[in-house]
């Protein structure tokens, strides 16, 4: 799981304070360097201006002597103060030179000094004092050091970076309080979500309370919800009509074999049973057998050893398949369009058969059924309309579902169990294609359609056995 | 004709080989795939019957076993009705399969098939009693009296009278018939049987073309009128 969205934003709101404290403490800094640097300069200039003017009136040794005197009085005791005369009579000289590293430059004749083994600089201002009399012309250098501004600096560099320090800690944990009550919401949400059960299918999350950005994801949320209840429903309901449908073979099976074993029975009598017993086990193995072809279908599974045929001469190889059952119920057909496609043609030819029993069972005697390939864009739909009473939207939605029966076709439910047209919708599905139902001036429409280039299951067959087996690829034992 | 049957299934076993024995089988059976493979390798059969699920060694496993010392026709019996265990069973050297449920009658149809190495020379001319099928003139007469059939019905007569004896399921006589491979509820084969036997046994009192409630058809001689539902 990655790291909760409180502690990120926290994190990232430290980040940023820590950033601007920083540019802010950076900016105070640099400008109190510079108004202490400033000051410094002037107090230091005034300074050797007197000394300028002190060294000035001194043209001859004697008074020499009182300027020497002038200037050690202005030097005090602690040192801070620094003036050295330099000059090419040594008489007209004072004070030591200061050494040192030249460590910056502060102003037109400033120069900031490290002496060796000190931690901080000295600033000096150099005076050119003209000659006057028997003295040729000096340099003043008046030196102040820096013990208390950079000190003073140090220390509030310190206490800014400290001041940054705690205030970045200070903003994180806040962010995080704050950043706890901003989620409350989404907590709320996946507390609401976390109660979400199956016993109660028809809960859903309150979407109206929440705050916009969340709004959309409860909706669409509810949205996955509701269908997955759909499909939940309908998966109920399914394994409802499974069970019920194999509830009647099973109790025939179990009655038929009881009552057979209480007496003594003739050899005739037991076949019977076996017989009979025979054909509701056929019943349970059809009824299986396509259960899981649909099941198939519903993992998404594709159709496979497609070839490229004609639609309308799939549609005719059933029509002479189911020849003698159409002659029976005295229907005709007639075919109209063709188109090509790639298909499992064995898996059509169960489709288009499904279709046609349909149609057979809901048909009056004597009437034409129509059979239709028509190529639309990228797909192409087979139908089979007969005509017949108009059909009603509710059946009209739920005819392609399993086990859905008109009423009147659950009294021969014997041969018809009801997953003939879910049958087709699977085989559509798997050639990418969808299922369709029309009903109109007294004509029903029923049919399917396949992608041309059969969806994107396309594709050689996967083993040379399927091949010669011509037939591996479809179901054997289901039936329609 | 020996077979193995590799199943660990007690039920399937005991129907298998009471069934397989009385159709004229010599049946071995192996309850696990180890010993299955083992016997498979050891001794000579004709044919193998595979189930996939099988404790210490699945089919496949016994399947690549045999495949690597031995060329025995195998038919796999696959529970799920996946493509990828057909595929799987069919790559690595099955010959056929069946999916469960099965039909015992389909069993034998697939065994058969799969021994038949070359089907003997099959005549042309085929009687069953006073029943006469000519498969090249495509004409059938009964008691000397041509039959008028269709060409499909000709058809169901000629695929029932090679099987003579034989009972043929409809999902079997869908395929050979029709050519359509998958099982129908469209009454194809009841209507066909229908208008056939109407044709052939109607006139005559000695019925040729039994039902076998549950199983299919077959077209043979009985003795005492045999039984047509």
Known sequence: MKRSISLRLSAMFAAVSLIVFTLTGAGLFFLMQRQLFNELRESLDTRARIASLIVAHAPDVQKWAFVQEKLRDLSPADSRMHYYVEGPDPRFRFGTPIVGKITGNVGPNHLLVRPPGSSYDIITSTFIVPASGDRPQVTLVVGSDCVRTEGMLRSFGIALGVLIALSTIAVALLSRAVTRFGLAPLTRLSREAAQLSPSNRRQRLHSDALPEELHELATSFNGALERLDKAYERLESFNADVAHELRTPVSILIGQTQVALTRDRSVEQLQQTLQSNLEEFERLRVIVNDMLFLSRSDRGERATDLAEVSLRAELERMLDFLEMPLEEAQLRVEVQGDARAWVNTSLIGRAVSNLFVNAIQHSQPGTTLCATVAPQDGHVEIAVSNPGEPLDPVVREHIFDRFYRIQEARSNSHENHGLGLSIVKAVAEMHGGTVFVRSADGVNTFGFSVAVDGGDAREAPVAAGIARQGRAGLPLHVSP | ?229
């Open chain 2, 1 to 229: 004709m020996k077979v193995l049957v590799i199943e660990d299934e007690r039920k399937v076993v005991d129907y298998l080989r009471s069934g397989l024995t009385e159709q004229g089988w010599v049946v071995d059976v192996a309850m696990d795939g180890e010993e299955g493979a083992w016997m498979a390798t050891e001794y000579d059969f004709d044919v193998i019957v595979l189930d996939v699920m099988l404790p210490k060694l699945d089919g496949f496993g016994v399947l690549r076993a045999v495949r690597a010392k031995k060329d025995t026709p195998v038919i796999m019996l696959t529970a799920r009705d996946r493509v990828d265990d057909r595929v799987h069973g069919l790559r690595d050297g099955a010959d056929d399969y069946l999916t469960k449920p099965f039909s015992f009658l389909e069993l034998i149809e697939r065994l058969r098939a799969l021994t038949r190495r070359a089907r003997a020379q099959e005549s042309t001319l085929i009687s069953v009693g006073d029943l006469q099928v000519d498969l090249i003139s495509r004409r059938a007469t009964r008691d000397g009296v041509r039959l008028d059939l269709t060409a499909k019905e000709f058809q169901l007569l000629s695929v029932l009278a090679r099987r003579r004896g034989e009972i043929l399921s409809k999902t079997l006589i869908t395929e050979l018939v029709w050519d359509v491979n998958f099982e129908s509820n469209a009454n194809v084969v009841e209507t066909a049987i229908k208008r056939l036997r109407a044709k052939l046994d109607g006139p005559h009192a000695a019925k040729l073309l039994h039902t076998i409630r549950g199983m299919g058809y077959v077209l043979e001689v009985r003795e005492e009128g045999g039984q047509t539902s």
